[in-house]
């Protein structure tokens, strides 16, 4: 009973293939890192499930409720808004996700506006409940994002994607360009906030310490393909294709 | 028979090691086990003999190549080898605990909460998990001082035993122990031993690696030895360079 699945994705940029028959399927509740490195076509397949990019072939389906099928035939109005009320995108770079020269506050109001919320008064009231569980002090949501610190813009970011309650949210390096001591608060949340709302997750990182301490599932990728999946525990402790033995074997002790 | 908790039968293993020019270690051949409700199995034997592999395999941590592992869930007995992993992770919330020398830290999380989590993953309602993980974490000697503090600042002991606590916090119908007590002191020790042998009248199954032998003495109700299988296979390169084309 998967929430999402992909089946026989495969995507070419010119000479490069970037998903070369991908399958994968994810449940309701789980947690799926896609980890390797640079140009292994993890982003690719990330942008793809949430209907960002289409592949050359295959297909992405989801069970919004009545079983799985094709997002491709929800045409483009129906997956903008599938992706706006269920689904949630994390960037890896804030900037790219807010809109600096609106309130904090309103970048956490606008999702609700586009999910149909219209009363003024509960908005705000929801932003500032937002801003607080992502440790941002509820005072600030007049401020505009650009003076936010880079881990607080990040927060602001995850506040504007929950905000919406969705049930699947894609996470593309979410901690990527952050300080190390940034970093481990924007774990910790994120790990808090998923179980508290059971969402489940699509993440990609390079860091499989994030991957360790976030995901239940693994997907290792080389060169557009899956080259090992399994428990998050076991494909890092017992690895058995030679590249995640390299992966892992690359990672400083801690 | 149903008071059978592990059945382990034929279990293989080998790890290639494909950064060292596919060395091949076997470390687990052939080998069976079984554990019964009320009782404690110590794994024995010299280092290297797969006794870590084993128990790792017995938890889904190490992919065993060959064999099954049967364990009692819910009144049903799975084989761990062909579980799909959300099984494996529901298994680990109720059946099976495992309990490392090591304390995985997770940041900011308090000492409390790391014990009481493993009480809140299977249901436990907040407050009264947080009551049995203080009162569990005492009993192991780490004082309401210390409750409030990310365990990331401890010493390697007192994560240890922070690591115990929120083991033994919960009534594991299957305990799987790796070295619980290296590095206690005796008193806190004999708290684990304590533990150990509360779980078992309790019913529960323990397997266990304990070097300290006044340890397995203490708890151990059989003894599996587990005997070097291996001598390493070096592959030549060519066989290396087949495989990779393959």
Known sequence: MNLLEARHLNKQFGRVTALDDVSIGLRRHEILAIVGESGSGKTTLLNTLAGNITTDSGAVYYDRGEGLSPISALGELGLRRLQRAQWGFIQQDPRRALRLNVTAGGNIGERLMAGGAQHYGNIREVAAQWLAAVEIDPSRIDDYPKHFSGGMMQRLQIAATLVTEPELVFMDEPTGGLDVSVQARILDLIRSLVKRLGLAVVLVTHDIGVARLLADRLVVMRRGQIVETGLTDQVLDDPHHEYTQLLVSSVLPT | MSDILIQANRLSKTFTLHLQAGTQLDVLHDTSLTVRAGTCVALAGPSGTGKSTLLRSLYGNYLVDEGEILVRHEGRMIDLTKAPPAEIIEIRRTTLGYVSQFLRAIPRVTALDVVAGALTDRGTELTQARARAATMLERLGIGPRLHGLPP?????????????????????????????TASLDNANRDI???????????????????????????????VLALEPVSKMRDVSSTALKNEEVA
């Open chain 2, 152 to 180: 990331a600042t401890f010493s390697g002991g007192e994560q240890q035993r922070v690591n115990l606590a929120r083991a033994f916090v919960c009534d594991w119908p299957i305990m799987l122990l790796d070295e619980p």
């Open chain 2, 192 to 222: 684990v031993i304590e533990l150990m042998r509360e779980a078992k009248a309790r019913g529960s199954a323990l397997v266990g690696i304990f070097h300290d032998v006044f340890v397995r003495d203490a708890i151990a109700d059989a």
